[in-house]
Every structure is written in structure tokens, then in C-alpha cells.
């Protein structure tokens, strides 16, 4: 058995060494396996971990934006609210304790499980719809359905190919009553890492396995695409099987993104940076849009 694991070691290592270099956004990987089930229910235990805003933010910064966001997309207890990439409803269920209606798109089963748990922990679960879907296909369901706001937020846009980010834009706008706003939250272009590098690290248990590992991880940033993407060859060390997972985003320039908006059917929109006048431990890498239908 051991012989056998060092044989697959071996070929594990010849894997890494061929791989394609450099790395290429959305050709060697796009994004992170979000509907896998093992995968979800690890992503799970790192959103709800406090003691890192990794995966979600802790509950005093989440409840810092929600006030920002209650007061800058003119909230009130009986608005419509549509959270798209929604994860485990942290911030649905702020909202809805607040008496807004909230319904929440996310593509994680242990994600949608969870915040349809928590929801009815707080008693707020008739305040509360939640879809388990991919966004691309479940987002023209909500087209015509006037929600008074929408958010999209941690950078979730990025992950998605720019002509998908065109199209997603558009159908949050559809889904807006007139006068509606979205806030869309995406890292700050100039605070991009544009750098390439390399990285590793080893654990026992963690958002890639829940046995022992090594993690060689790189990134790399491609100037044409104004793309990133971050490429992560975890190996098992038990078997030695190979596991390849890459995550590959789009940076936004300001008016770029702005033109967006607009080209999406928003009547207006602003650039905001830094979530002006919250704390948040990471907030000077981040730039919010507010726009208007």
C-alpha cells in the first residue's frame, strides 16, 4: 500500500511539474466547486467561522453593512429585497428581522440549508425565500418582480466571465421596480494583487479536505484579460491523489464598471469607496456601486 501511494506521489508530482504555465483565467479553471456537496459543507464551516472574514465577514462588520446598506438603498419594513450569491443568509436574515421580504439565489446546498435554518431559528422564515440555483439561470426568474432593492456583494460578481457579468447586470435591473437600487461590492482595482506568485501550506483539515494535506498554491495575473487567476494543487497525503482547483476573477476599473451599470439599463450610478464611514478590517480594498433603475 505504501509502495502504491508513493508510486501515485510520483505521478502526482509529474502532474504538477507539465502543468499549463502560465495559468490562463477561465481556460484553466473559473470557479470554485460550489455545488459539490463535500465541498459546500466545508465552505460552510468557513462562513460561519468567527474568528476569520475569509468566507463571510464577522457578525459585527456584517451588521455594520447591513445599517449602511438599509440606509443607502432606502430600506424600510416591507421592501422587497433580492440577495443574489446569498451563501448561508447572514445578511437576508438581518434584513428580514428588520420586516424587509427577502429572497436569496445561492448555488450551495449547505449554504441554502443553513440560511433556511437560521431564518427559522430567528422566526423570520415567512420573511424568507430561499433558491438553491445558479444565478445565470435563476436570476431571469425574478425579471418584472419590482423588488425595491438587490445586492451583490463580497466581490461575487467577479468570479463570473465578463459577458455574463453584462447579462447578469441587466437582469438584476429587470428585476428592480422603477427607482430600485443595487449595490454591487468588488475589490478596488488599483488594490488588486497584480502580482504573480507562489505559495504553500499543509493542514490536516480545512476548506480543501478533512484529512492531511499539502497545498502548492499560485497566482497569477494576466494584464490583457485584467484577470486573475489563483490555482490550488492540493494533494492527499494519505493516497497521494491529486486534486487541481482554480478561481479566476475579473478586475473592474471604476468607470468601466460604471459603464456597465449604466449600459445595463441603471438610470444612474456611483462609485463609493471604502464602504464610507463603516470599519471593516478589510475595507480599503473595496470599492461599492450604488446604482438606480
Known amino acids: 500500500m505504501k509502495q502504491k501511494t508513493q508510486s501515485r ?5 509529474w502532474e504538477i511539474y507539465d502543468r499549463p504555465q502560465p495559468p490562463v483565467p477561465w481556460r484553466d479553471g473559473d470557479n470554485l466547486p460550489w455545488d459539490d456537496p463535500d465541498f459546500s459543507e466545508r ?3 468557513e462562513h460561519l467561522d468567527q474568528s476569520h472574514g475569509a468566507a463571510s465577514r464577522r457578525s459585527r462588520e456584517i451588521l455594520q453593512q447591513s445599517d449602511w446598506l438599509w440606509d443607502h438603498l432606502n430600506l424600510r419594513p416591507g421592501a422587497r429585497l433580492l440577495d443574489i450569491t446569498c451563501g448561508p443568509g447572514l445578511y437576508a436574515t438581518e434584513f428580514a428581522s428588520r420586516g424587509v421580504q427577502v429572497t436569496g439565489i445561492d448555488f450551495s446546498p449547505a449554504s441554502i440549508r443553513h440560511a433556511r435554518k437560521l431564518a427559522e431559528k430567528q422566526g423570520v422564515e415567512d420573511r424568507c425565500s430561499f433558491i438553491r440555483a445558479d444565478v445565470r ?7 418584472g418582480q419590482g423588488y425595491d432593492a438587490a445586492i451583490f456583494i463580497y466581490g461575487q460578481l467577479s468570479v463570473f466571465r465578463r459577458e455574463e457579468v453584462a447579462s447578469l447586470l441587466e437582469m438584476a435591473c429587470s428585476s428592480l421596480r422603477a427607482g430600485g437600487r443595487l449595490a454591487v461590492e468588488l475589490l478596488d482595482y488599483d488594490r488588486i494583487d497584480k502580482k504573480d506568485s507562489n505559495f504553500w501550506f499543509t ?3 480545512g476548506l480543501w479536505s ?7 498554491g499560485e497566482r497569477h495575473w494576466d494584464p490583457e484579460q485584467r484577470a486573475s487567476i489563483d490555482r490550488f494543487h492540493i494533494i492527499d497525503l494519505a493516497t497521494g491523489n491529486l486534486q487541481v482547483v482554480a478561481v479566476s476573477e475579473n478586475g473592474y476599473e471604476t468607470q468601466e464598471m460604471l459603464g456597465q451599470l449604466n449600459d445595463a439599463g441603471f438610470s444612474q450610478a456611483w462609485a463609493i469607496p471604502a464602504w464610507r464611514g463603516i470599519e471593516l478590517y478589510d475595507g480599503e480594498e473595496w470599492m461599492v456601486y450604488l446604482a438606480e433603475r
Open 203 to 205: 493542514d490536516d483539515t
Open 9 to 13: 506521489l510520483q505521478t502526482t508530482l
Open 137 to 143: 439561470g435563476a436570476l431571469p426568474e425574478q425579471a
Open 43 to 45: 465552505m460552510l464551516r
Open 210 to 216: 478533512e484529512s492531511a494535506f499539502f497545498c502548492l
